[in-house]
Every structure is written in C-alpha cells, then in structure tokens.
C-alpha cells in the first residue's frame, strides 16, 4: 500500500515536471496571432512600396547599360540641376506661405466656436474631395490677365494695367497654396486646440506682451504641428505635378515634369527612374529627420 502511494506521488511530480515546459506556449500562440495580424499590411507595404521602390532603383542603374551614368548625368547637367533647385525653392515658398495663412486661419478656428470651426472645416474638406484638374483650372480663369482679380483690382485703382499672375512663380504659389493649405491647417488646429488657454493668460498676468506671449509661448507649444504639418506640404510640394505644370512656365519647371517628359517624350526611363529614386530619397530622409527630432520639440512631450 506504501509502494502503491509512493509510486503514484513520483508519477505525479513526474507528470508536473514534464508539464512545466508546456507553460509558455499560450505566449507563443498568442504572438503567432499578433503576427498573423500584421502579415496583410506587411505584403501590402512590400507589394506596393517596396517592390516598386527596388524596380525604379534597378531600372536607374540598368538602363539603359549597367552603371551608375544616369546619376552622373543627372547631376552634371545644369538643366536638371536647376530643375532640382526650382524645385526645392517653389517648394520652400509654398510651405513658408502656406504657414504664414495656416497658423492665423487655426488658431481663430481653434477659438472660435465650435458651430463656426465646424463649418469651416466643411468648406475645407469639400475643397479637397473636388477634383483637382478642376481647381487648377478654376486657378487659370482667375489670375489670367482678363480674369475677375486683375478687373478687381483695376477697378479699386490698385493697378493700373493687368497682372502677369499665370506662367511664373506667382500663379504656381497661389495655386499650391491653395491646394496645400487644409494639409497643414488640420494637424495644427487639432495641436492648439489642445494646449490650456490659462497658459496664454498666466503669460500675461506675468507681464508678457501680446507678442511676447505669441512668440514665447504659443509658437513652441504648437510646434510639433507646425513641424508636422510644414514637412507634410513640403513633401508634398516637392512631388506635386499638374498645378505647377498648368500654372508655372518652363522658367520654373519642377522635377515631377521633367521625370514625366523623360517618360513620355523622351522614353528615357533610366534617367526618370535615377530622378524618380533621388527625390524619394530626399523625401524619406525629410521624414527621418523629422522623427528624430520630434520628440526634441518644444512642448512635445505637454501637446499630443
């Protein structure tokens, strides 16, 4: 009876100390499932992102012989190095106007009753689901020479004879300012729309001016979204093709005509690919920069 006892307590102890590598499995399972749940982005993002980032990369080095002479030619032409500059500088434009219209427009609709932020935020949203060859186009009636703003401003005397407002620099900025303008004025009225208005007011009791208060105060609270919300239309700025192509002359054509020329006039794939690689490069490494400082940013860590 003892040995029976004996001999069932060691089969127990037995069976418990086999059973304890068995614990971790529901982890495993469990992170299996978590990974499973990833997969369908993870073919998405490899599918659509990454297969034809290495297809533009292989066709740049490939086309049309083997070598890097499309990067060479790239940047040693001055034509396309001035496109390469005409780009960055339209783009620098567009984003220091559109921030300078932006950061007004949502800070009054951050305090502005709701009913009315609401209502503007619809006009807003329902100029960026209309179509966009038919804004521009909207743009070209407008600013041509015998347009409604050149006979406006005739008529107030504020000029004497018509404006040039269409096939320079001018008709492109207005056009993407336009265009670009929801994109930033969205992150940065949800930015100051969260930070305490006591701030601004302990500010003043504590002798600060209006300015002082503006620029001490609410400019590095809110500048994690006017970080996100200037890189976003630069970026986009950067790649934008139909506005400037409509709107701008030759004398300011931007990188996304020139890859679209090479394509379909020149059939010089190689070249458009080099292009096309270079300024995803550079749109990546905007987008890096941006998050390794952001959580550097003056009130990142207080606004969300």
């Known amino acids: ?21 068995s614990v971790p499995m529901p982890k495993l399972s469990a992170g299996f499932r978590r990974a499973r749940l990833v997969l369908p982005a ?32 790239l940047f040693g032409s001055t034509t396309y190095l001035r496109v390469f500059g005409n780009t960055f500088f339209v783009a620098s434009v567009v984003t220091a106007v559109t921030l300078v219209i932006g950061f007004p427009t949502a800070w009054l609709l ?5 009913w009315v932020s609401k209502l503007v935020f619809a006009i807003l949203l329902l100029s960026m689901w209309t179509n966009l060859l038919a804004r521009t186009f909207a743009w070209m009636v407008l600013l041509q020479q015998t347009g409604p703003i050149n006979r406006l401003l005739m008529w107030l005397g504020v000029i004497h004879e018509p404006l040039t407002l269409v096939n320079n620099l ?72 139909v506005t400037p192509a409509l ?33 995803l490069l550079v749109t ?11 959580g550097r940013a003056p009130g990142a860590s207080g606004v969300h």
Do not use: K
């Open 1 to 21: 009876m003892a040995a029976d006892h004996l001999e069932g307590v060691v089969m127990s102890n037995a069976v418990s100390t086999v059973a304890e590598p």
């Open 42 to 73: 993870l073919l998405l993002l490899i599918v659509f992102f990454l297969l034809p980032v290495l297809s533009l990369l292989l066709r740049s080095v490939l086309d049309p012989s083997p070598g890097l002479q499309n990067y060479a030619q």
């Open 110 to 114: 951050a305090i502005a009753p709701r």
């Open 170 to 241: 001018t008709g492109v900025t207005i056009g993407m300012t336009y265009i670009m303008l929801p994109f930033l004025v969205m992150p940065l009225h949800a930015t100051l729309r969260a930070i305490d208005p006591t701030t601004l007011r302990a500010a003043a009791i504590c002798g600060a001016s209006r300015w002082q208060a503006f620029w001490r105060v609410l400019v590095p609270l809110a500048m994690p979204g006017i970080a996100s919300g200037a890189l976003m239309v630069f970026v986009m700025a950067l790649g934008y093709f």
């Open 247 to 279: 709107l701008g002359g030759p004398e300011y054509m931007m990188l996304a005509e020139l890859i679209a020329q090479l394509v379909q006039q020149l059939l010089n794939w190689g070249l458009a690919g080099a292009a096309a690689f270079v300024l």
């Open 284 to 294: 990546l490494s905007l987008y890096a920069v941006q998050l390794r400082f952001s």
